[in-house]
């Protein structure tokens, strides 16, 4: 009988390894399912905060090796929550799916995110080069995640969404985290009291976020940071304690794993939280421009964005605000940042909603836009707000920066009517112009106000 030649019984090899290792699953690696035991801290029927012991199953080591032979997870559904104490890591090509009823929770003290790809590559020091060896083509759906932020502030020891536990990229802070990927889906998740990001990407392109459930979420849901380009974010709901989507071009240090420009971009079918149920119900673009520690500056423009379809958010986001974490002074924009190109349709809005704009604007579109009141509905100027830290006044500081001018030019209209009122509303009444005022009163009545003031070039 004729021998094969050595290459081709590797090739069969390889290819019987391949077909058998797709058909790993959970079943295949139950001996790597460890048990632990810790507490966890839960609201009573009163609010007030119980310890309660916990003794259950940690998945991580078991749900990582199906992911490592068979290049895919599928998490079932069952009546106990998959624990994990660490991310889940996906490389190229990977794919992780859950049931819907599928729960994963972070084990306290954990404080780091739940998903991420492999090849998670930071910048907070200079620009992303051109070539950066990117993740490509990685898939996520399905599952309810929740860090266990089970109280306002409770964080059962998981405050940040870091990449790992030890030498985390810097700025890294989801409960899925992609960073420096080519072509992303991430579809149908749920995330729940959960005190990172709900999805954070950065140094992204060719994504899709299509199905997103926030449940008493603490942070953002969707955060873009730049660079991004030739993304989709549609079907985002429920309440968020901060912004339901953010696109984030320039971006305070402690939250920015890169900077960058963001356009191209498409932002749809979202809707806030059901009246009544607290939450941010806003939708936040930060231009900017970062100064890097050697002097080199990067302009973080954010441009060619439409959004459509929105209901129930309150505030649209488009102004410059310092890091008051840091210190305003220790971490901020050197520049107010550009916005161009963006479009605004069909949107259904409640009372006293405001687009906002504190940037260099040129070109607005809104059409078909539904309002309950004909109060102006873009704002163009600056903001001042105090932030008033404790009695003493010397130690107050003010969260925006009313002191800066902005320029905005070419907004057109289109179909902006109060509901139920057919006349639809003129550009002068639709847009205002903002001019701050240096508060005499001040620390005794605030803001403080400032000298800023914005122009609407027509």
């Known amino acids: 009988m004729k021998r094969l030649p050595v290459f081709t019984l590797l090739c069969l090899a390889l290819t019987w390894t391949l077909a058998h290792s797709a058909d790993k699953t959970l079943d295949d690696f139950g001996h790597l399912v460890t048990n632990g035991a810790w507490e966890e801290l839960w609201p009573d029927a009163a609010g007030a905060m119980e310890v309660r012991p916990v003794t259950a199953e940690l998945w991580t080591a078991a749900m990582q090796a199906v992911i490592d032979a068979a290049g895919a997870l599928h998490i079932p559904a069952r009546e106990l929550p998959y624990y994990l104490d660490g991310p889940l890591i996906l490389s190229s090509g990977q794919r992780l799916t859950a049931d819907p009823g599928a729960e994963m929770r972070l084990r306290p003290g954990t404080n780091t995110c739940m998903v991420r790809n492999r090849n998670l590559v930071g910048f907070p020091e200079g620009p992303v080069p051109a070539e950066t060896q990117p993740d490509r083509d990685i898939t996520i759906e399905g599952g309810v995640w929740t860090t266990l932020s089970t109280a306002p502030r409770e964080s059962n020891g998981n405050l940040r969404g870091a990449s790992a536990g030890k030498n985390a990229v810097p700025g890294t802070h989801g409960v899925i985290l992609l960073q420096n990927v080519r072509g992303i889906t991430v579809r149908s998740l749920t995330v729940r009291e959960s005190r990172a990001f709900a999805v ?11 199905g997103l459930t926030l449940e008493n979420h ?6 873009v940071n730049g660079p991004a ?4 974010i549609r079907h985002v709901s429920g309440d968020s304690h901060d912004d339901t989507v953010a696109l984030n071009a320039w971006e305070w240090k402690n939250y920015a794993p890169s900077y960058g420009a963001i356009h191209d971009i498409v932002i749809e079918d979202i809707s806030g939280a059901p009246e009544g149920m607290p939450s941010a119900n806003s939708i936040r673009f930060l231009p900017g421009g970062k100064k890097f520690a050697d002097g080199t500056l990067l302009d973080c423009p954010i441009h060619d964005v439409t959004v459509r379809r ?25 520049s107010l940042g550009s916005l161009r190109n963006l479009r605004f349709e069909d949107i259904d809005l409640p009372h006293a909603a405001r687009l906002e704009i504190h940037a260099e604007l040129d070109g607005l579109v809104l059409d078909q836009v539904a309002l309950d009141s004909d109060e102006p509905f873009v704002l163009i100027g600056p903001k001042s707000q105090t932030y008033r830290s404790g009695n003493d ?7 925006f920066s009313p002191d800066l001018n902005c320029t905005a030019r070419n ?20 847009v205002r112009e903002i001019e701050q005022t240096v508060n005499p009163k001040y620390p005794a009545t605030t803001p403080r106000g400032g000298t800023g003031k914005g122009t609407w070039a027509r």
């Open 200 to 210: 954070h990407l950065a140094n992204v392109e060719d994504f899709t976020v299509d």
């Open 218 to 223: 603490r942070r953002d849901g969707v955060h």
């Open 229 to 232: 380009r030739r993304g989709l």
């Open 310 to 334: 929105v209901s129930g958010i309150t505030e649209f986001k488009l102004y410059d605000q310092p890091n008051l974490e840091l210190g305003r002074d220790k971490d901020f924009s050197v």
């Open 393 to 399: 006044p010397s130690k107050w500081v003010e969260i």
């Open 411 to 430: 907004i057109s209209v289109a179909g902006v009517r109060v509901r139920g009122n057919e006349r639809e509303l003129g550009l002068g009444q639709v």
